[in-house]
């Protein structure tokens, strides 16, 4: 009894930790990304860089990120119900799928602009301010801060949809890069390299939306857990006395979750109150040394 006491105690505080984590995270995202857009648009409009605008763009997509990563982490939160007897886990998932989806509509508009610029010959007509350098430097520094910031506390929370958003953070760290090479290269000199800028961003989207989309989409399809998390899992069970070996064992991710399925092999003889005593010690066993583990299902098979 005080074990089940001190675990749920454990667990209310782990849920009140993970809320205040995710609302700071969330603050800190949506209050940097607003600033960032207003300080770049304004940047890339008076010192004439298309690449400091497109970056701009960029970082407004960030808020409708951050905002996405927040509700999907409220909702994957809720407790199971008749239509969810799993409760909710891969919402945080389909947070993150719509996080590469934005990611991948942003890359293409940055794209598209870059390539129209350097097909019609109007990039580098002017050549961009320093303001927008400045702007560019700034951003780096900045967006670097807040993806560290972002992908250190979603990893101590193990949260896939703000580690997600983290890498947002990093993709417009390194869409400012090409920014300031871009601008750069246009002020000393090279027209076209302003334009080519927002081409060279857009890759750099292309490739975090696809890490993106590729993590969440594998938690969706049941994917196993790592293999040396299995093979720990499997150590545990096999330690607990009265269990002779490992008949089966299968995991899945769940969201951010694990799910545990395993057949084990008991002495036949014994009563089924003993063997259920056997199976349950197992259970309590794994769930106690894998916060992960979210439900362990144990089949006892006669030997």
């Known amino acids: 009894m005080a074990q089940e006491q001190n675990g749920s105690v454990t667990a209310t505080a782990a849920a009140r930790d993970y809320e205040r984590t995710t609302r700071k995270l969330a603050v800190v995202g949506i209050a940097g990304n607003c600033a960032l857009t207003a300080f770049k648009l304004a940047a890339g409009i008076l010192g004439n860089s298309a690449a400091m605008v497109s970056d701009a763009i960029h970082s407004l997509s960030d808020v409708l990120a951050t905002a996405i990563a927040y509700v999907g982490t409220k909702i994957a939160q809720k407790a199971p119900d008749e239509s969810h007897p799993y409760g909710h886990d891969r919402f945080e998932c389909l947070a993150s799928v719509l996080l590469g989806a934005i990611l991948l509509a942003t890359g293409c508009g940055i794209g598209y602009g870059g390539v129209t610029a350097l097909l019609s010959g109007s990039a580098g007509a002017t050549a961009p301010g320093t303001i927008a350098l400045v702007a560019a430097a700034v951003s780096i520094l900045t967006k670097e801060a807040m993806f560290q910031y972002t992908r250190h506390h979603a990893r101590r929370i193990k949260s896939s949809a703000f580690e997600a958003d983290a890498w947002h953070h990093r993709s417009d760290a390194l869409s400012s890069v090409g920014a300031l090479i871009g601008i750069g290269a246009s002020m000393a000199g090279f027209p076209a390299g302003d334009a080519l800028a927002s081409i060279v961003i857009c890759l750099f989207i292309f490739k975090v939306a696809y890490e993106v989309v590729s993590s969440a989409v594998n938690n969706l399809l049941d994917t196993p857990c790592d293999p040396q998390v299995e093979a720990s899992i499997r150590t545990t069970i096999q330690s607990v006395p009265g269990i002779e070996r490992i008949d089966l064992l299968r995991t899945r991710s769940f969201g ?21 005593d056997i199976v349950e010690q197992a259970h309590d066993q794994v769930e106690q040394d894998f916060p992960d583990v979210k439900h362990i299902m144990i089949h006892p098979n006669p030997l």
């Open 256 to 276: 951010s979750k694990v799910y545990v399925d395993a057949e084990v092999a008991i002495d036949g003889t014994m009563t089924l109150e003993a063997a259920h």
